[in-house]
């Protein structure tokens, strides 16, 4: 899960790492409260997930309340990239000396913790690495071992953090690896650490996402969650608990493991279609969970056909044709359905249906994954898909 | 022959006594895998089906001589029974919970290779190993896969994915071609075991005369076995990555399947294998052909 910059500072703060002060404003009026609050000059920042808000006037500086009601107006309901801004960040505007770079992420084929900092921050740090890898410090931690002021001070002397910078930069990098780690995030980035005019550092913005997987041990992670960007389909799929992501082609796709729905849509792909979507019903999908995803599915006005590609190892056949059958007694589903089921009971599976007394025009079952891919792109040309 | 596990494996269940250890546990068993004993603190003495319970896995190895341990418990006691069973002096470990956060992953990896470098883990995440007729530890249906034969060809599968595991093994099933282990590695961030330790194993293991690789789109595991294989691996291979369609950065389903600024794309993984001189198919059917193309040239 992606938290909104306001939320990544919200979060830092738990940690102790220190930010700017400053408060989230849904109004116009909210901001110019936040602005009272926070000493001006304030800086008022589109909370969208998507780079490049600066760009897009979705940044300003403002001195006085009035300056506040005008930008705070112009941003909110503005438009960045196909994400409209709901929520604007209003903080005390820094002085700044010098811009840092820092994040901690995981190193996947290093299986280790991956500390990156770069005295040269404020840009993006793809274009610093690009133009100088030297620039940029990369350490690995050790899960285990964590780490130390000692080694967190070594890595900001290694970066050429400035003299007078070095004791806070450490001390904050120790405090993001507590985030980071206590705080179960896959990412957790400051981009600018700014060294103040007084000396002082902190993080002038914050990049954080957290490890879906750990939700268990932070119930404080409910907040975000409340704020998060999905459409309709994904929150309708959500709340069934099925893996969905919403796409634009025109053949629904229901598939049982991530590997198998990936592999369903570039074979839809490579017989001409476009998939409307990925959906993943999981391993020991039962007939309540076919019968919510076709649900879902229903609900994508562009869909014209839907291939089910079901291969069953937990999941049992009998199952997956009982959901069917439930879903197409309890929805007037839209769109024909083209059936591949193979693997555990696919032999019961396959009879339910036939004897469910289903038109051929509602539902037909093809042997392979490719002549299911097959039917279904002919079904949805049928059906008026370009 | 076979990789990792065989007909002489004793495995015990940790979590025997719950929903998915029980169901799965037994299937093993009913498919003649040796399954000694369950694992399940505060129920040591009872039984399952016949299958003797102990509190501990240091009891249950006492006991029994096991020496593979089947992990199916919930997420948040996952990484403490994986550590559990390697302090006990379990060599393979195999995991399928699903949902474990990559913070304890690494940590488990990363304690594992300190404190106990001869324990293998396989997964988490992951469906399981079967050497086919010999012993099957995971969620995989047994009847799926193909038997090898003496005298071969014989094929070993190696998959990141859970269902197209099995999409594997079935392929190779319509074309009657024996497997000689199917090991899925599981789709999380760190996985136990690589494709690059199993292509090790394969490469070493007579009854393997050929490898077919499944993997997906994210990290760069499937490039970096791609120099492997360039390297050190002489027996012919095909492969199928998952996701060329996938959108960027989008995460589909496994905490591993992420592309993100043209990094771990499916097209990317691809080109790697290829260079390798692995035959790449365009989905699982295709790469199942390319195979028993494969085993038809050595029959030549």
Redesign the interface.
Known sequence: MDLFEYQGKQYFARFDIPVSPGDVALTVDEAVVAAEAAGYPVVVKAQVQVGGRGKAGGIKLANNADEVRLHAGNILGMDIKGHVVKRVWVEHASDIKKEYYASYS?D??A???LLMLSAEGGVEI?AVAAKDPNAIVMLHI???DGLSLAVARDAAVRAKIDEEAIDGVASMLVKLYDCF?RG?C?LAEINPLILRPDGGVHALDAKVSL????A??HPEWDEFRATEELDEREKLARSHDL?Y?G?DGTVGII?????????T??????VGGT?AN?L?IG?GANADMMAAALEVINFDQNVKSIFINI????TRGEDVANGIVAAMGRVDLRAPIVIRL???NAEEGRAILVNAGIPESKLSSKP???EAARAAVALSNQNGAK | MAIFVNADTKVIVQGLTGGQGKYHGLRNKAYGTQVVAGVTPGKGGTDVEGVPVFDTVAQAVAATGATASFVAVPPKAASAAILEAAAAGIAFIVCITEGIPAQDEAKVFNTLLRNHPKTRLLGPNCPGIISPGKCNIGITAGEIAQLPTAKGPNVGIVSRSGTLTYQALYELKQRGIGVSTCVGIGGDPVPGTNFIDCLKEFQADPETHAIILIGEIGGSAEEEAAEYIKASVTKPMSAYIAGVTAPEGKKMGHAGAITSGGKGTAKGKMDALRAAGVKVGLNPTEAGDLMAEILASMAR
Request: hydrophobic letters at 40%; charged letters at 25%.
């Open positions: 995981l996947r084929a299986k280790k913790h793809e050790d899960p285990v780690t179960d896959d490890d879906n997987n750990a268990f041990r893996q992501i796409l598939a049982n493991g991530a590997g198998l729905a990936m592999s849509l570039d074979v839809v792909n490579q998939a990925f993943d391993g291969f069953g190892g937990i193979d693997g555990t392979t994954m490719l």
